[in-house]
């Protein structure tokens, strides 16, 4: 199975400040990559598919990237209504798996 | 809108049988693989099973293998899990959520119907 190891576990960070989390995949799997971010109380929402790609209806305060088996989501400017817990998760094959998440607050 | 409304979650004894159910609206059901996916108290997402659009196609977690069944009928858009031999750790809020179409993201989720395992 594919590991997907996500850090940092917890983050605060300031209203308007650049924040960044970052998946580790156990091996290749390639663009394979979306990041989902669950509010409190609510379901996961996709955020960023294929890597780098924006889900419809999506911010462009959040982007993706990639360095080869390196993941990372970017907020660009915090804002109040990101709190939540954000997970990856690897397209790549079964089973499908997902990071452990990481909780954003605001500081 | 898409909507994904997930049912038949409760209450239910180690060793026992529950079925739940996602009635599905707002697009066209059958060209869309679908999914369950669970979350157990205060954890993370764990991926537990995947439906093809035509039911060709059907994968399992190795926790729920041989215990789980996934299946759908296109015709009353719903998508199904029959739960057998559940056990304490099947405990966690079970979501039914799209497959984009040709990839393997979930791009719409039910709210979910909680399942309790205990005696």
């Known amino acids: 199975d594919i590991q997907m190891t996500q850090s940092p576990a917890s983050l605060s960070a300031s209203l308007e400040e650049i924040v960044t989390i970052t998946c580790q995949a156990s091996?290749?799997?390639?663009?394979?990559l979306a990041w989902y971010q669950q509010k409190p109380g609510k379901s996961p929402q996709l955020l960023i598919y294929g890597a780098t790609s924006l889900a419809d209806g999506v911010p462009s305060r959040f982007s993706g990237s990639r360095s080869g088996t390196q993941y990372s989501l970017k907020i660009s400017r915090l804002q109040v209504e990101d709190i939540g817990i954000y997970y990856c998760q690897q397209a790549s094959s079964a089973p499908l798996t997902f990071g452990s998440g990481t909780k954003l607050e605001i500081k | 809108e898409v909507q994904l409304v997930e049912s038949g979650g409760g209450l239910v004894q180690p060793g026992r049988s529950l079925k739940l159910s996602c009635l599905a609206s707002?697009?066209?059901?059958?060209?869309?693989?679908m999914n369950w996916i669970r979350q157990a108290p205060g954890k993370g997402l764990e991926w537990v099973a995947s439906?093809?659009?035509?039911?060709?196609?059907?994968y399992y977690a190795d926790t729920v293998k041989g215990r789980f069944t996934i299946s759908r009928d296109n015709a009353k858009n719903t998508l199904y899990l029959q739960m057998t031999s559940l056990r304490s750790e099947d405990t966690a809020l079970y979501y039914c959520?799209?497959?984009?179409?040709?990839?393997?993201?979930?791009?719409?989720w039910g709210p979910g119907t909680m399942v309790t395992v205990s005696s």
């Open positions: 439906i093809s659009s035509s039911s060709s196609y059907i």
């Open positions: 959520a799209r497959l984009r179409i040709s990839n393997w993201y979930f791009d719409f």
């Open positions: 091996q290749d799997i390639g663009n394979w």
């Open positions: 707002g697009f066209t059901f059958s060209n869309y693989g």
